[in-house]
């Protein structure tokens, strides 16, 4: 019997990005792994899910970086047919006064016990519409505001259109991941009129609404939210047939105060006038029934953001077995048979013998330095303590911070004991300033060369994602709090006994706990009170815990290694983050 027919799925799961696989790059980076290991921990946990995205012909980008650290972006090359099923349905949106038809592609995720989450990615690139609509699903997080604000259209709006022509009738829940979705919210609107035959639509069809609706925020920087002019809303009416007879459907920036929109087009040429832009994240915000941030921190901070709103928090997690390296995978297999199905059983590595656990990491070690040196000629030794970050390049999450003084760091790593780095991460092709960083981290390694060995890995994707963050010593991380929502690396980091080294901020607030899963950086730290800045504690730290730990109290490092599975590896997963979701949202 099928366990994958449309009638058999309550729950709809709309999400921009999504890492399915590193061969399909319909992801830029920790949003859609996010995306991918709770799909994959829903179909382990056979929770009545259907994904929906959209399908990057040309993924995020293909990046290339010279012998400076200038990068420059290539679409990416791949082999849709390859991975994904084309669908005999097909479902329409409007976009100004002319009509994109749409395609699905399948993807099945299946779980441990053969239980298929399907996946279904959206795609324009069809001979019914002209040469500029084929394109709109072509590149993530590409083009301008209305390229951008068309495939939301493509994903809200057109992805529960395509459900419904696939026969899924029975969805109950609407899960929204990041506001990019949010449009989802006006066509169940739109269904809630055709269900009633009218064509104002009062508080008890928004309610129905509301209440079908859950909504994951992952941004704490006001900024970082998705927001359109207004007049574009006018360009996409052609959607709705419907009135809204209510001051609670639509909320709109500003100059940071909230103006409620009751849904009457004609005024919007008025409206726009007025600098009034139409903002995702209020949308969702004020349609959904349920409301979470990904972290305990970031719930705190997006209820300030967002007073108005009940805001919960569930903190992230991610998909232990996809990112078990295969040591790893073969020493849980070993000593705690079942820790698929149950992640919390990882607390059961205490009982792993030292050098079992020290044999697999260093295979893991010996399996990531092959490829950095082979990719870059940088001739890491394996012996020497290998620090590693890779994150998307941007300028809070300060990938130099640890550059700040290089003359220190050249002294420490003489003095205390040598050390070497290996770094990943794209910048947006937008983004100067992390572009500049990238080339700020090649300049910092060219400087260092005699002391410290510095090796930057282009293309950062899940495949290299598993090889670094389980194959370094100690996982860095330096975001300026309170930017970061959550992060998941250091996640990734701890299935693999890997440390976290980390500014308190996100997640790593809750996972933190001093020597026993990692080191904390931050004035006023454990260890760092007398520390005058960041990058202080960092080389403070750095030379008279981590570095010595390594060398000389080997043992005390391991006791991190082990606390980094058995307290943060079987609590910060994706099956307890589904089931979470599953109790306080989905049911």
């Known amino acids: 019997m099928r366990n994958n027919m449309p009638n058999d799925r309550s729950i709809a799961y709309f999400t921009m990005e999504i890492a399915l696989e590193p061969g399909i790059p319909t992801y830029s980076g920790g949003l859609g792994a996010l995306a991918g290991d709770t799909i994959r921990s829903a179909a382990d946990l056979k929770v009545p899910v259907v994904a929906v995205c959209l399908l990057h012909r040309q993924g995020y980008f293909y990046q290339r970086l010279d012998a400076h650290g200038h990068q420059t972006e290539e679409p990416v090359a791949w082999a849709i047919n390859d991975f994904l099923t084309e669908m005999p349905e097909r479902a329409a949106v409007h976009l100004e006064d002319r009509t994109i038809h749409l395609r699905a592609w399948r993807y099945e995720v299946k779980g441990i016990s053969g239980f298929v989450v399907p996946v279904y990615l959206l795609d324009a690139d069809l001979p019914e519409n002209s040469d500029w609509d084929r394109r709109l699903t072509d590149r993530l997080y590409g083009g301008d505001e209305w390229y951008r604000l068309c495939q939301e259209v493509i994903l809200g709006i057109g992805g529960v259109r395509m459900l419904r022509a696939l026969g899924y009738r029975d969805l109950k829940r609407f899960h929204m991941n990041e506001g990019h979705a ?189 490829y950095v040196n082979r990719e870059t000629n940088a001739g890491l030794d394996v012996d020497v303590l290998t620090l590693g970050f890779a994150r998307r390049a941007a300028s809070y999450k300060r990938a130099d911070l640890i550059f700040t003084d290089r003359e220190r760091l050249r002294r420490l790593a003489r003095e205390a004991g040598p050390l070497q780095l290996i770094f990943a991460g794209k910048a947006h092709p937008k983004d100067q300033p992390g572009k500049d960083l990238i080339r700020r981290i090649f300049q910092a390694g060219e400087a260092l060369n005699r002391d ?118 079987s609590f910060f997963n994706t099956q307890r983050m589904v089931q979470q979701y599953v109790v306080k949202a989905y049911l």
């Open 182 to 370: 949010a449009l989802l919210t006006l066509e169940l609107l739109n269904e809630e009129a055709q269900l009633h035959g009218q064509d104002t639509l009062g508080h008890e069809a928004i309610e129905a609404v509301r209440e079908k609706c859950i909504f994951t925020t992952h941004t704490p920087v006001a900024a970082g939210h998705d927001q359109f002019p207004l007049e574009f809303l006018a360009k996409i009416s052609g959607n709705f047939n419907l009135s809204v007879d209510q001051q609670d459907v639509f909320a709109v920036d500003v100059q940071q105060r909230i103006f409620q929109y009751n849904g009457d087009f004609t005024r919007v040429p008025e409206l726009a006038q007025r600098g009034v832009r139409l903002n995702m994240t209020y949308l969702a915000l004020n349609l959904s029934n349920y409301v979470n941030g990904v972290a305990k921190k970031h719930g705190e901070v997006s209820r300030l953001m967002f007073a108005d709103y009940p805001v919960d928090a569930i903190t992230n997690g991610v998909h232990a077995a996809t990112w078990a390296t295969p040591p790893f995978q073969a020493l849980f297999d070993r000593h705690i048979p079942g820790w698929r199905e149950d992640n919390f059983s990882l607390r059961y590595v205490l009982n792993i013998p030292e050098e079992e656990l020290w044999a697999a990491h260093q295979q893991a070690k010996e399996n990531l330095l092959e």
């Open 452 to 569: 410290i060995k510095v090796a930057y890995l282009a293309n950062y994707d899940t495949w290299l994602a598993r090889l670094l963050t389980g194959g370094v010593d100690i996982w860095l991380n330096t975001p300026q709090p309170p930017n970061e929502a959550s992060g998941t690396s250091g996640m990734k980091a701890a299935i693999n006994g890997v440390p976290s080294f980390s500014t308190l901020d996100g997640w790593w607030l809750e996972g933190h706990l001093e020597n026993y899963t990692g080191w904390a950086i931050g004035v006023g730290a454990p260890g760092c009170q007398e520390c005058v800045d960041e990058a202080d504690c960092l080389y403070n730290k750095l030379e008279n815990v981590i570095i010595p730990k390594y060398y000389q109290h080997r043992a005390g490092f391991m006791e991190a290694m082990y606390g980094a599975i058995a307290l943060n590896g």
